[in-house]
């Protein structure tokens, strides 16, 4: 099921800032979605949209390591299951150094 507001594990209680420190900038993303080829590293479509996420799903860890390119869809089922997709990311990043 997908959650909405208070019964979704990102929820903040309704503040209005998105929390992520100003190092998480579009130069940085740009450089992760270049480093991964433009591909979402799950479903590994091609796609010139891609979201940036934090493998650890801490915002503050902007390390690049800590970082991969997912489209939309991949994005939202990584933020459920984290254990089980923290490890699969940090496998894949092994590869990636």
Known sequence: PILFGADHPGW???NKGDGYPS???KKLKEQIKERDGWFCNICWKNMDKLDVHHIDHNKNNCDKIN???LCRKCNISAN???DLWSLYFSQLMLHKV
């Open 23 to 25: 190092i998480f900038n």
């Open 80 to 82: 459920f299951n984290r």
């Open 67 to 69: 970082l991969v390119a």
């Open 12 to 14: 903040k209680g309704g």
